[in-house]
């Protein structure tokens, strides 16, 4: 075949490609587990990271405190009741992750698990036994959470203020339901939750154990989940994409409604009373394991697991804090710094893999 000039071109043989792939001359993953590189590794080296900084807190137990870490029954028992402390706030936290996830925010999860908890133990709802008040506290929780998502997704109130309004709503209905007094529960079938061990484990944390597998397949194994992390990461593309948003955001925080329901008579057995005060600042540890566990503030990235891991770390932090003598005002800010070094955290690996990929584009182009 021959062109103006009249200089002939071969033809190209029919085997072979149009055009040759692209030679990557480095693999910056080379030589690493699958599970390991790239962005589909980054959760399993951010848990890494966490499991590293409980080891470094358990270390500092043991200078601090050698006399009660040389004693391995002490050692196990301290285990547990971590494992204990952490139950009711990994709960509130696997809700939580999901709302954050999908680009939300929920202030009033302390508020809700306060309001059900009261609601639970009226003397009404306690004549129906420990399953009218099980099945009492988790429609109350289902139910606020339902008004939540009503007014963020429909209402489109900044889930900041609507979930402000809530939290201070729902305390002030729990303070009038109870007359602002403690109201104890006298089930012996609710009192037991906390005082139960299967296998020498509480069954407070075999309850954890079930919403936190359940929470992980529901995220990473669901349709339900691919859509959480679509609509918190671009809400407009999920749109375009054929997501009902406004319909899945009502979820996530029917969801975390739900969590604090089960949280509310998981409490409730641990103090065997309700207060309209109970739970509070849940909402800040919530956020706070969040966090730490690196699900991102601005919605679209998140992991189970790494909230869990959260949450039992800042429970070992307590813990040490107690067995230290120190008081909760350190607690609360050593929380508070935590909670800004994340942040702080991801704003610098945000803005690291922005750049990285304004460069790769920049040189496919």
């Keep these: 075949m021959s062109d103006a000039t009249g200089t002939t071109t071969p033809d190209r043989p029919a085997d072979l490609p149009a055009q040759s792939p692209p030679v990557h001359k480095a693999d910056s993953g080379r030589g690493a ?6 962005e589909n590794g980054e959760g399993a080296r951010r848990n890494l990271g966490l499991i590293a900084v409980l080891v470094a807190l358990v270390i500092i137990g043991i200078a601090t405190r050698p006399d009660l870490y040389g004693d391995s029954t002490w050692v196990w028992n301290n285990i547990l009741t971590i494992l ?21 925010i929920d202030l009033s999860v302390g508020a809700i698990v306060a309001l059900a908890g009261v609601w639970c133990t009226t003397v009404a709802t306690q004549s129906y036994g420990a399953g009218g008040m099980i099945f009492s506290a988790l429609t109350v929780g289902l139910a606020v959470g339902l008004v939540n998502g009503l007014l963020v997704s429909y209402g489109r109130l900044v889930p900041f203020i609507a979930t402000l309004a809530m939290m201070v709503a729902a305390r002030g209905l ?12 006298s089930n012996a079938t609710i009192n037991g939750i906390a005082s139960t061990n299967l296998l020498g484990i509480p069954l407070l944390v075999y309850i954890l154990a079930a919403v936190v597998i359940a929470g ?11 859509r959480t992390v679509a609509v918190g990461g671009n809400p407009e593309a999920a749109r ?17 409604g739900l969590c604090c329901g089960i949280a509310a008579i998981m409490l409730t057995s641990q103090a065997t009373s309700a207060q309209a ?3 509070n600042l849940y909402e800040l540890d919530a956020i706070a394991a969040a966090i730490i566990g690196g699900t991102l503030l601005s919605g679209g990235r998140g992991t189970i697991v790494g909230s869990l891991l959260g949450v039992i770390i800042f429970s070992t932090i307590t813990n040490l804090f107690a067995i230290n003598g ?13 909670i800004v070094a994340a942040v702080l955290v991801q704003q610098v690996q945000f803005r690291t893999l922005s750049q990285f990929l304004s460069r ?3 040189t496919t182009t």
């Design 33 to 38: 587990p699958s599970f390991w590189r790239g």
């Design 84 to 104: 204990k402390l952490a139950s009711v706030v990994g709960v509130v936290t696997v809700g939580m992750t999901f709302v954050i996830i999908g680009g939300g």
């Design 174 to 185: 729990a303070a009038e339901i109870s007359d602002k007094q403690t109201q104890v529960s």
């Design 360 to 362: 790769n584009r920049t």
């Design 277 to 279: 005060a109970m739970a």
């Design 326 to 338: 120190l008081s909760t005002e350190a607690q609360n800010m050593v929380k508070g710094g935590i």
């Design 216 to 226: 992980w397949v529901l995220l990473n194994r669901t349709t339900f989940g691919r």
């Design 240 to 256: 375009l994409a054929g997501i009902n948003v406004k319909r899945h955001t009502l979820l996530l925080y029917a969801l975390s």
